[in-house]
Structure formats: C-alpha cells, structure tokens
C-alpha cells in the first residue's frame, strides 16, 4: 500500500501578530542573530516533523524533509528512530528514541524560544510512552500556537499486519485520534481505529464519518484495496453541522513494493497521488534500467531524482467527489 499524505500538509491559519511580540522577548545577545525561520516565516509555515530516519534509504523523516522543503516549509525534524536501514533489509542496526530523549528536545527548543510551529506531523512511533509523550509535544505546541494543525500519520500496520505492539491501538484512538486535525490512515489502520470492517467504498465514507466524530475535520484514507483496484477516499468536515464533502480517486497499482492548498483538500489529495505515482513510476523504471526484477523485494525510492514532480507534479489523477 501506499501513504500519499507525506508530500502535502493541509494549512493553518495565517500567521498571527505572533512573531512581532514574540521576538521581542527572544533572548538575543549580540553574539546571536535572530532565527530567520521564526523572523521571516515562510508564507506555508513551519513544521516539527516527529518520525523515523535510515541512514540509507527514503522513509520517514528522510523522505518527508525533503519533499516539504521543496514546496516551502521549514522543516525541523526528529527522529523517532535512527536505522541503518529500513526493516526490510536482512539486517539493521540503530537506535530508538524514547519519551524521554523526546521531551530533552521539547524542552531545549522552548528554553531557546524555538518551539512556535504552524504544523505537527507524525508517522512512525513504536511504543506507548514514546506516543504519549507525543500527545504532551501536541498541548505543548498548542499552548504556543492555538491555530497548530497535526496531521497524524498512525503508522500502525497494513494488509492485516501489525507493525506495532498492540496497546498502541487503543491510545491511537482513545487519545490521539480526538486531537489530530487531520488523520491519514490506510485501509487496516482505519478499520483499527473505527472498528468497521471496511470491505466497500460506503464502508470507507463511513469509516472517515466516524473518525469526524471523534475529532478531526479532515480524513484521508489513503490506500483502499477494492476487488484488486486500488482507491483513495478523502473527507473534510467543513462544519459540525453539515456532513463532511468526501471524494475518491482511483491508484494505478504499481507491481511492485515501496516502503499546499489549506481549504482544499481535493485539489492536496489529487497533486499528492500524482506526484507520488510519478515518483514510484520512475523508481520503478530505473530498477528496470539496471536489470532488476522489481517485484523480488522492496525498493529504494528515487526522491532526489524526482523533485520536479514533487515541486511541479502534473494532477494526472483527479478526484471524483461522492453525491
């Protein structure tokens, strides 16, 4: 399956007169110059991205840095874990960051006036204490900046897999689901958190219908498999009072294994599956270029080599709104 929320993340408020008194009060001495980030924002915002990194390879952190920096974030990045590689390999090695070492960082940034971020973004996190710690960042940030959006990607398993302890499960939807602005299942991680065995597109309306009422105004289930045909289902609570507007789009499934528009999420979702297909398109041509079966194990993606489509993607797939 594929996630294609990592290149796009929904906006946020404007900026607020919040840099002006802030910067009042940094502590600069004449030796410090001023965080240029925090000055001079970027007009997309400024992201604390919380998730895994490899040293060789594109998941995680190393993937998401790169790709919002291209279309204008600052990026601030914490490794939820350090690999020498993804899992997929025989072997790895690396190191874990626990809840801890999280809040160490928390609370360096803060002592330094650094801790103002438009948006949270989370993927992978392998225990309980560690996501926990997580939902203490989100008050955190929230406290700083009201208006912050989290966009909650709750990497938990896929294809009727677990990929993590099971008790994470329930602290996903007990307490992380309720304060995510937006959440990017796939299909098993929406069933997990809902309880709907989702087996059909009214399945999946209904799936992200119940995530809205648990909290967040936008849902994205991005990886649905119906009959062998691969669909994303998107929805956006506009208003409590109304029902939410929901739109599919159909993936072309690709033989083969890979590990900017704030009120618009049609639009995000159509850039997001075309820059990506685009992106696995030409990982999966240069395998080919160096005589590699590609459906023999999982792939490296080709993310440098695809910045065009991730700065400039072509909307090949478009969204088809539900009546």
Known sequence: MIKANTFYLPGSEPFPNFFSCRLRSFRISAMAPPVLALALPS???????IQSHTVQGYVGNKS???ALQLLGYDVDPI??????????????????????QLWDLIEGLEANDLLYYTHL??????SVSFLNTVLKVVDKLRAINPGLTYVCDPVMGDEGKLYVPQELVSVYREKVVPVASMLTPNQFEAELLTGIRIVSEQDGREACNRLHAAGPPKVVITSMNMNGNL????SHRKEKALPPEQF???IPKIPAYFTRYPDNLEKAAELAVSSLQ???VRTLNDYRRAGYDCQ?????IRLIQSQDDIRNPEAKYKAERYS
Not at 43 to 49: A, K, M, N, P, Q
Not at 231 to 234: E, F, K, R
């Open 121 to 126: 973004l989370t993927g992978y996190i392998g």
């Open 64 to 66: 998401a840095v790169f």
């Open 43 to 49: 007009e997309t915002g400024r992201v604390l991205s």
């Open 248 to 250: 599919k789009i159909a």
């Open 79 to 100: 490794n939820s874990v350090q690999f020498s590689n993804h899992t997929g390999y025989p072997t790895f090695k690396g190191q874990v960051l626990n809840g801890d």
């Open 231 to 234: 669909i994303l289902i998107g």
């Open 278 to 280: 685009a992106l696995l």
């Open 296 to 300: 023999s194990s999982s792939l490296e």
